[in-house]
């Protein structure tokens, strides 16, 4: 389960002094007095304005590699802060948002707002089997999948909206 405290001045710290932690908490989106996924999810779509330039095969390298360190910078930084899954920790946010903006890649700019959307609807609504992989996966794989699987919702919905207009 998620913890809601705020980060402690140690557990900042701890955070911030590695490489790890800076990947983990977003390059600091995940820093925000609130609204952390939110915030990781927008920080998300900078990077992915120029990935949307580049060929479907090279984001799902970029996802796929994203993912593998997330899992490990997750788990270094959950450590160092003494939290599984601190909410401040949203690099599963960037990669699960990448993944819901795969349909958009050639899609107008109303398919990203959309996509951003709809990856908030299902990471904070985690519909079965997100809220069991979240309740039953720990460390740094339990930290990424949930919003791997979110992101993989919200891409279907949303290819299949594109497909409709």
């Not at 990935?51 to 270094?76: E, K, M, Q, T, Y």
């Not at 990669?95 to 700019?109: E, K």
């Not at 740094?140 to 993989?152: R, S």
């Amino acid at each position: 389960m998620n913890e809601r405290k705020t980060l402690t001045e140690t557990q900042r710290s701890a955070l911030l002094s590695t490489p790890a932690g800076w990947l983990a908490c977003g390059f600091g989106s995940g820093l925000a007095p609130i609204a952390q996924g939110t915030f990781g999810s927008l920080a998300a779509i900078l990077p992915w304005l120029w990935l949307r330039h580049h060929s479907l095969p090279f984001n799902l390298s970029v996802i796929v590699l994203g993912f593998v360190v997330g899992v490990w910078a997750c788990d270094v930084a959950g450590r160092a802060l003494g939290v599984d899954d601190h909410r401040s920790l949203v690099w599963d946010e960037f990669v699960g948002q990448w993944i819901a903006l795969l349909p958009a890649l050639l899609a107008p700019w109303w398919a990203v707002v959309l996509g951003f959307a709809l990856f908030r609807l299902f990471d904070v609504w985690k519909p079965w089997p997100i809220r069991w992989l979240d309740r039953h996966l720990k460390g740094g794989m339990g930290v990424m999948i949930d919003d791997v699987i979110a992101g993989l919702f919200a891409a279907v919905v949303l290819w299949v909206a594109l497909r409709l207009v």
